[in-house]
């Protein structure tokens, strides 16, 4: 087994590294398009409320997968071309920043009015406001749910190997398909994921103990 | 006679079919202090808050600093101008002592930082906390908490002070010191609107006590004609239900 192990382990560290790059790329998409519908939500203006919810509703509504294929297939469909890697990164950026909206949200409403108010009052811009006040007071707020979020859109890279990327997943299912041994193979893939995911896991729970202490 | 600092103008204000404010006409002399109290819902904390520009009146004319709030597109131009003080001090938490007054000079008014904080510590000096400039709001005491607010809303040189209940949220040992802080600014000549159920500081410091009720000015008139010698009687029930306890 320690042969099938050893021969293997190449390929798989070798998906990891996409899946490492594809999930980092995700999360810088994620992140900014999840805060930017958060602030269109909470801004006050109806239509950008009424854009933010449909976009927000609308993919928290479909299937990943879904929204993979119609980026992938749908684009090519209109004549232009997008690589898988593209693809994978667009598709999840759009589909978990649904989700990450309504984290980014709940931590803005969560600021109490007054320190609108307050800011209001000493001069500040809307923005400043945003950037200055607001922002920095939802990080103890989103920062549990966020990583948990990260954490689901990890996991999620292992459908982008359903358009065909050489992702870990995807390396993981070629090897068994020439040799073979679903159960190890399939075992060292989920202790990949594992070995990535468990310390971002352990990070956010040391985190939350510091905050509640301090 | 000067003009004056705020001028009231028949404003009314509803909150949803609920009318909180009955044609309100009011002025307030620069450097006057001026006490508002009333019961619960009486319509005081409407008041000033729609002479700070936090809320919007449905009818009348409000003037401020000369700026009309009343105007929806010129009602930014009070900001900075006047202070406000909360109930709940509003510090920013994420932020000491000194962060909290400095943040608005650096970020609204473009001073540099080194400026900032130089101006920041004369506030916080002001109100006896220069020690404490970096500790943050939850490693400070209530009465320390509303200290650093009041040093916050002084730092932007506003021409008035509002202060809302500033006094309500504290433990009862803690009220002096904030009290003795907005005492001093009365002495410095600010212009102030109170609103405070503390019957002491309306008799020994204001210079006009206005009591509302249920939307209406019911009576004003000096600290003394107000605690000695009401007319109305709504007044002379609330002082004498008030001034029991």
């Known amino acids: ?214 | 006679m000067s003009k004056p600092a705020i001028m009231l103008n028949n404003v009314t204000k509803s909150f949803g079919s609920t009318q909180v404010l009955k044609e309100i006409s009011l002025d307030v002399s620069p450097g006057e202090v001026l006490v508002l109290i009333g019961a619960s819902g009486s319509g005081k904390s409407t008041v000033l808050r729609i002479m700070s520009g936090l809320e919007k009146s449905d009818g009348g004319e409000i003037w401020v600093n000369n700026v009309p709030l009343h105007e929806n597109k010129r009602a930014r131009e009070i900001c900075g101008h006047v202070g406000m003080v909360f109930q709940q001090f509003n510090l920013f938490p994420h932020k000491t002592a000194l962060g909290n007054v400095t943040l608005a000079l650096i970020k609204a008014q473009k001073l540099s930082v080194a400026e900032a904080n130089k101006r920041g510590m004369a506030a916080l000096e002001r109100v006896g906390l220069a020690e404490r400039s970096h500790h943050y709001p939850a490693q400070l005491s209530g009465g320390q908490q509303q200290r650093v607010a009041i040093a916050r809303a002084l730092a932007v040189e506003p021409k008035i002070m509002f202060f809302d209940e500033a006094t309500s949220a504290l433990d009862p040992e803690l009220v002096g010191e904030v009290m003795e802080v907005m005492r001093s600014l009365a002495r410095e000549g600010m212009t102030m609107v109170v609103v405070t159920h503390e019957m002491g500081f309306a008799r020994k410091t204001a210079d006009r006590v206005v009591f509302m009720d249920q939307g209406i000015i019911a009576e004003q008139g000096t600290p003394e004609q107000i605690f000695v010698n009401p007319q109305n009687p709504r007044t002379q029930q609330f002082l004498s239900r008030v001034l029991e306890h």
């Open chain 1, 1 to 214: 087994m320690s042969e099938l192990i050893i021969s293997a382990l190449p390929t798989l560290l070798q998906g990891l590294g996409i899946t490492l790059l594809l999930s980092v790329a995700a999360i810088i998409g994620s992140t900014l398009l999840g805060l930017l519908a958060a602030v269109l939500r909470t801004s006050g203006l109806p239509v950008a409320k009424q854009i933010a919810v449909l976009y927000t509703e609308l993919f928290r509504g479909t299937p990943v997968l879904i929204t993979l294929m119609f980026i992938y297939f749908g684009i090519a469909y209109f004549g232009y071309e997008i690589n898988l890697f593209a693809a994978g990164i667009l598709g999840l950026s759009i589909y978990q920043g649904a989700y990450i909206a309504e984290v980014f949200r709940a931590g803005i409403e969560a600021v109490p009015k007054g320190q609108w108010e307050v800011s209001w009052i000493l001069g500040l811009s809307k923005r400043q406001t945003f950037m200055n006040v607001v922002l920095p007071q939802t990080r103890g707020i989103v920062l549990p749910p966020l990583v948990g979020q990260y954490l689901s859109l990890i996991k999620d890279t292992s459908i982008v190997s359903m358009i065909g990327m050489s992702e870990l997943m995807h390396q993981g299912q070629a090897i068994v398909d020439r040799i073979g041994q679903p159960v190890v193979i399939y075992g060292l893939v989920s202790l990949l994921y594992f070995a990535v995911c468990f310390p971002l896991s352990r990070w956010v729970q040391h985190h939350q103990t510091r905050s509640q202490l301090s």
